[in-house]
């Protein structure tokens, strides 16, 4: 089977992964220095990653068995495959969605089952409702084990409401996952569905996006602490290094930055919107930090490879479904926004 893959190109404007176009504070990276040179690189990393699991439930004001940290967010969702779903079990997705949900359903050997957006691309409880009915039918009763959902949703960019959540979360039998990996630029969280006692909602985070670390891999779960112990004991030994989780530590004392970083981007990432509308793109609305589009008369290959040729690099989600001819770009800084923007431009006229 194919791997998972995100295939790059040099280009000097890089829009495709959803990456922050800035990186973090430059205090931050001296601190990060300063813990890399005093780390004791001959023993192994706290198994247990107190201090940064402490911090992330003060955060989050939570309790510290209630967090969960891995490498990426996408370790942790394989962890949670790999407590609740395998052989026997199910998990339902609805597409167009994040990819990976169900590349790693595959890889666990966990049943796929797959239910359909409207055509805003959200979640329909009454739709959802029938469908959990006939796979309990059809399955048995506890099915599907998990139920993934991603707000705001990649590659759609829309973000569910909590009427909606909270309705999935009384309703499903197993777990319902909401993949948050861009939940700082939405207007609301699920994270205040999951209590002292988080029941059955699992909220997934990462520090790739509006934290800027992309680069070291860093995620986390908030959930109850009967599911963080079962992704605990699927976790090998000592699987985050000592010096990511003082760089998580860290990050969380340069909240004020980050809460910036993120207001600038969703005021370009207004200004993008508005710009390709303008220009008679179709765009979708958007709570992440990037934008679905479609160019009227063009393939998605061919308006990509004119992009790429002006060394703007988006993505091409065209394969994915229910997105014929559909192209995702990251909100980038000001100035790649506005190249972006002039090379687009150019494509639609050549």
Not at 35 to 47: E, H, K, Q, T, V
Not at 115 to 130: I, K, M
Not at 264 to 278: F, K, P, Q, T
Request: net charge negative.
């Amino acid at each position: 089977m194919p791997g998972y893959h995100s295939p790059q190109l040099e280009a000097e404007v890089r829009l495709n992964t959803n990456e922050s176009p800035e990186p973090p504070p430059q205090a931050f990276l001296e601190e990060l220095s300063a813990a890399a040179r005093s780390l004791a690189a001959n023993r192994y990393p706290d198994r247990d990653a107190a201090e940064l699991r402490a911090a992330l439930a003060s955060h989050h004001g939570v309790e510290t068995d209630q967090v969960f940290c891995a490498n990426g967010s996408n370790e942790v969702l394989q962890s949670l495959f790999l407590a609740y779903g395998g052989a026997g079990r199910s998990a339902l997705v609805f597409e167009p969605t994040y990819a990976l949900h169900s590349h790693i359903a595959r890889i666990t050997g966990t049943d796929l089952v797959t239910g359909e957006r409207t055509d805003s691309f959200e979640v329909d409880p009454a739709g959802a409702a029938r469908l959990l009915g006939e796979i309990s039918a059809t399955r048995g009763r506890g099915q599907p084990n998990l139920t993934m959902l991603c707000s705001p949703n990649n590659p759609t960019g829309n973000v569910e409401s909590p009427e909606v959540v909270e309705a999935l979360s009384e309703m499903v039998p197993g777990l319902l996952v909401v993949d948050e990996a861009y939940g700082q630029f939405a207007p609301h969280s699920a994270l205040g569905l999951v209590g002292p006692s988080g029941g059955v909602v699992a909220v997934v985070r990462t520090f790739s996006k509006t934290w800027a670390m992309a680069a070291l891999r860093l995620g986390y779960l908030v959930a109850d602490p009967e599911v963080v112990a079962a992704c605990r004991a699927v976790a090998l030994p000592y699987h985050l290094d000592a010096l990511k989780q003082q760089a998580g530590v860290l990050a969380l004392s340069h909240q004020g930055e980050m809460e910036a970083r993120v207001a600038r981007l969703v005021e370009e990432r207004g200004r993008l919107v508005h710009a390709l509308d303008e220009d008679g793109v179709r765009v979708w609305p958007s709570a992440a930090n990037f934008v679905l589009f479609r160019v009227p008369g063009l393939s998605a290959g061919e308006m990509w490879r004119r992009l790429a040729g002006r060394s703007v690099l988006v993505r091409d989600v065209s394969g994915w479904p229910r997105l014929e001819n559909c192209l995702r770009v990251t909100v980038g800084t000001r100035e790649e926004n506005g190249r972006f923007l002039e090379a687009l431009r150019e494509a639609m006229r050549e």
